[in-house]
């Protein structure tokens, strides 16, 4: 990231200045005295500050120099709050907010603790108005952004419904009421039908959200270039319209599969949905503002809806669902998707800007080169996890 600030950081900084970080000012630069005083340790949490980036850039607007990396420490800032020495630091097990203890006052330094943190949230409203709204369409067109992997989350989902469709059970409370005799088998029956259907919907409708999720993160891999085709535009379509976009609908089994999802989700999934990118402000993407970081971007969705038909699942009807998303998951391991597959099921999350799509060019000339560079990655995202700077 290079020092450069966004358009509107000018107008956040004169708000912030004026109002909730007006009390932050330049600290103490007395090495001795920095190391003497005594000092409280509170925890920022979440629910508090689920930024810290950019708290660090809203004081960094009002002035205040971050340092590091360090040993466990992502960035600190040194500030001077109603005359006490203090430091904010982004650590390995979260937020902490060291400020120091005057005449051993600790009840006092808590409510300062506790004012300082609220001013800092504060701080957030204004730069998210001011600063990343008004930057974010072009962040998107220029393809600065990650889009968060979610693989393995959606995958057992699906699994976990398919699990239950493919092996009904009885739920003994639901069972208790049934009469004795005749009936009792095929009314168990019927229900274990019913519960079939229910499963066999859910494992549809996991499926289809994987697939959209599989096909949002393989684009980088197929030559997508975010400055002609929105990224944006596209994780909001229909899932049919990602297929067309990733696929090649003259090829023959490229449209052979997708005329046979086709016939499953008019069947079993009368809505769509959308690949887990949430309605509202979620944490799905990620834009990549300068000075900053990767902040998280909320992306309208449909909203996700099962359909509830009263009709049984058979055994042939679950066998034909998933007879077919088998062998589209065998068709993903061909050479078109081998190498978005590998960097999709490790885990990895997908960055669309210029520099990593060109990192995939070369690093797609070899299937030895590309499970390389994808250790490598795993690699540098793991240190960085650890803060081992």
């Not at 466990?72 to 500030?79: D, H, I």
């Not at 899932?239 to 090649?248: E, I, L, R």
């Not at 909203?303 to 679950?318: K, L, N, Y």
């Not at 669902?321 to 978005?340: G, N, P, Q, Y």
Request: aromatic share 12%; with cysteine.
């Amino acid at each position: 990231m290079t020092s450069e600030r966004i358009a509107g950081s000018e107008d956040a900084a004169k708000r912030l200045s004026a109002t909730s970080l007006r009390e932050f000012l330049d600290p103490i630069t007395d090495t001795d005295k920095t190391r003497r005083y005594r000092r409280y340790r509170r925890s920022v949490s979440r629910d508090e500050i689920a930024l810290p980036g950019l708290v660090r850039y809203a004081l960094k607007l009002v002035g205040l120099s971050s340092f590091g990396p360090g040993e466990k420490v992502a960035w600190w800032v040194n500030f001077l709050f109603q005359g006490r020495q203090c430091e904010l630091a982004f650590e390995k097990f979260g937020l902490r907010l060291y400020i120091e203890i005057v005449d051993n006052d600790e009840a006092d330094v808590i409510k300062v603790g506790n004012k300082i943190v609220k001013k800092l949230g504060s701080s957030m409203r204004a730069v998210e108005s001011l600063v990343l709204a008004p930057a974010a369409p072009g962040l998107f067109h220029d393809g600065k952004a990650t889009v968060v992997n979610q693989h393995m989350s959606l995958r057992r989902s699906y699994e976990y419904f398919r699990n239950r469709a493919s092996s009904p059970f009885l739920i003994e409370d639901e069972v208790k009421h049934l009469e004795n005799g005749g009936t009792t088998f095929q009314s168990g029956k019927r229900l274990m039908q019913m519960n079939s259907f229910h499963d066999l919907v859910a494992s549809v409708n996991a499926y289809l959200s994987l697939l959209e999720h599989i096909l949002v993160l393989a684009l980088p891999f197929q030559s997508f270039n975010p400055s002609k085709d929105s990224l944006e535009k596209f994780i909001g379509s229909r899932w049919g319209d990602k297929y067309g976009q990733v696929f090649d609908l003259t090829r023959k089994d490229d449209k052979r599969y997708y005329d046979r999802l086709i016939e499953v989700v008019e069947r079993w999934r009368n809505t769509y949905s959308h690949g887990g990118f949430e309605k509202g402000h979620g944490s799905s993407v990620y834009l990549h503002y300068e000075g900053i970081g990767a902040i998280p971007v909320g992306l309208s969705s449909a909203t996700e809806r099962v359909g509830i038909f009263f009709m049984p699942a058979t055994d042939e009807d679950i066998n034909h669902v998933f007879k077919l998303f088998d062998e589209i998951d065998a068709w993903f391991t061909d050479e078109r998707m081998h190498f978005a597959m590998e960097w999709i099921t490790s885990g990895l999350h997908v960055r669309f800007d210029p520099e990593f799509r060109a990192e995939l060019v070369e690093a797609m000339e070899s299937p030895e080169r590309f499970s390389e560079y994808v250790e490598y990655t795993a690699y540098l995202d793991d240190r960085t996890a650890n803060m081992d700077y």
